[in-house]
């Protein structure tokens, strides 16, 4: 306890200088208003800041990233209550309450309300980030191989089944990231695989023009394809939050910080069902539920909270097991990897202060959050109004240049194309991204520790399934696969109908 308290002093003192506030406040800024754009990721704001971060000091440029991606999810409640457009996925269920209330003139009272949920739910994940990642980072020493390798599959199935309507298309993303990831020289032995005699296959694919393609070229093709009218912005009120509305719902609050932490730990699931989690809890649970999607005070608290929690709840597995919770989530890891950091249970025995630096970047992310959003409101909005013949362009551009700065190599450019387009046409056709990049940044992991086991084990499947931790682990990804196939469960509803008519039989049968 003292011990953590000592380097969060520390941690404190080292980013307590003009140039990291300066970077902070500067990040948090750029993520707010790149997440006021509706089409512009957090993935994206961090893909493409890691790519401009790549010659800075490592505690910077990790800084950097941290505050633009709490930025970006609490900068989509703006579109989401002015014009019921979430600017990420995290801010849709703020659009049920956020834009009623702009409609009925309370425009500055719902984003005052998000600003309140989006600061205190963050706060809330800060203390559980601190006090969870050094537990957890304690329990992951006793993992082995066969752990890791059923949680990286458990993300990459967990992610197929929740992001997107179909659950298949979601599992085909995801394996299709698994595969991309194995291409190259493998980890153990360099053996090349898929790599058809091509010198630059055999280097395998970088994570970052592989990121950069799926969320950036991808969003410039399917923002440029769709023709929206430029937004028009009515007036609005005082955004400054009444006590009144904070001493109200404070057990909501509390209950979607919870709510949104524990879904931020869960691997592969993200902010978006975080926020829809936390409304529909604070619905059922609300002394008034015939005000949702009315208007409603505590469901725009509620849906605000949850999603700004679940980010540094998304980012205590990242550091303690090397599994992000989110899409966005794995964009952070793979860059704390490009900058010598090393996700996992050893980081809290190689680098223990790293968690506290990671806790002080999310306290200036909130602070910045919490002024911009009281102060600057209305020069925010401006951005909203740039039209989006003039934005990406500018995007495309950081997209090659950020591809090809890392290496300074063309196949990097072409990498990055090619995701591009291929995520463009997997999302027309309903394949979601995020399955994508999840199977992507935990191939490795995976591929890595189901060698190491079968190395450990000489070929014998059975430590697989005969440890413990490994079977639970081993029953919820095939429990996660059994529950989702649509013809288990008709299998299903037919076998408990037949069940209950021969219950209800025998009973007729006894009457008679």
């Known amino acids: 306890m003292l011990q953590g308290l000592e380097m969060l002093g520390a941690s404190i003192g080292d980013f307590l200088t003009p140039t990291s506030i300066a970077l902070a406040f500067g990040a948090t800024l750029f993520g707010i208003l790149a997440g006021c754009l509706p089409g512009l990721s957090a993935t994206l704001v961090i893909t493409l800041l890691t790519t401009l971060t790549l010659k800075m000091p490592s505690n910077l440029a990790i800084l950097v990233l941290v505050c633009a991606y709490n930025g970006a999810i609490y900068g989509g409640s703006r579109t989401a209550i002015l014009l019921n457009i979430p600017g990420t996925a995290a801010n849709a269920a703020a659009c049920l309450d956020g834009y009623q209330l702009a409609r009925q003139g309370q425009a500055g009272r719902a984003m005052g309300i998000a600003t309140t949920g989006s600061v205190i739910g963050t706060l809330f994940g800060i203390l559980c980030l601190a006090i969870f990642t050094p537990l957890l980072g304690e329990v992951a020493l006793s993992f082995g191989a066969y752990e890791f390798f059923w949680l990286a599959l458990l ?14 298309k979601g599992w085909i993303a995801g394996f299709l990231g698994l595969f991309v990831a194995c291409i190259g020289q493998e980890g153990m032995y360099a053996y090349e695989r898929f790599s058809f005699g091509n010198a630059d296959l055999a280097g395998g694919f970088q994570l970052i023009p592989v990121l950069v393609g799926a969320f950036g070229f991808s ?3 399917t923002v440029m394809s769709e023709r929206l009218a430029r937004p028009k912005i009515t007036e609005f009120g005082s955004a400054w939050p009444k006590p009144s509305d904070i001493i109200q719902y404070w057990r909501t609050m509390l209950r979607s910080g919870i709510i949104g932490v524990w879904i931020g730990i869960l691997p592969g699931v993200g902010e978006d069902m975080a926020a829809w989690s936390s409304y529909a809890a604070a619905k059922r649970l609300s002394k008034e539920p015939e005000k949702y999607g ?17 980010v540094p709840g998304g980012i205590i597995p990242a550091l303690a097991l090397a599994i992000p919770g989110s899409a966005p989530c794995a964009v952070l890891l ?22 506290y630096d990671v806790v002080v970047m999310l306290l200036f992310a909130t602070i910045g959050i919490l002024f911009f959003g009281l102060f600057f ?13 003039i934005l990406m362009p500018i995007i495309f551009v950081l997209c090659v240049m950020g591809s090809y700065a890392l290496s300074s190599r063309m196949f990097d450019v072409q990498t990055m194309l090619g995701f591009g387009t291929l995520i463009f046409v997997m999302r027309r056709y309903g394949y979601p991204a995020a399955p994508f990049v999840l199977g992507l940044v935990l191939g490795d992991i995976l591929d890595k520790n189901l060698r190491r086991a ?31 196939v649509q013809s288990i469960n008709d299998w299903q509803t037919r076998q408990r109908a037949r069940l209950t008519e021969w219950i209800f039989s025998l009973l007729r049968r006894k009457q008679a």
């Open 155 to 168: 993300g990459v199935v967990t992610s197929g089944n929740i992001v997107g309507a179909d659950p298949i």
């Open 219 to 221: 969003e410039v093709l």
């Open 294 to 310: 009315k208007g409603s005070i505590e469901g725009l608290m509620a849906a605000e909270t949850g999603d700004n929690a679940s």
């Open 334 to 355: 793979a860059a704390m990897i490009i900058h010598g950091v090393q996700p996992g249970p050893m980081l809290m025995v190689e680098q223990p202060k790293f968690v």
């Open 377 to 389: 409101i209305k020069p925010l909005l401006k951005i909203i109004q740039i039209p989006r013949s």
């Open 454 to 484: 079968l190395i450990l084990s000489d070929g014998d499947m059975l430590p697989f399934i005969s440890r413990p931790l490994s079977a639970i682990l081993a029953i919820l990804v095939v429990w996660t696969f059994i529950t989702n």
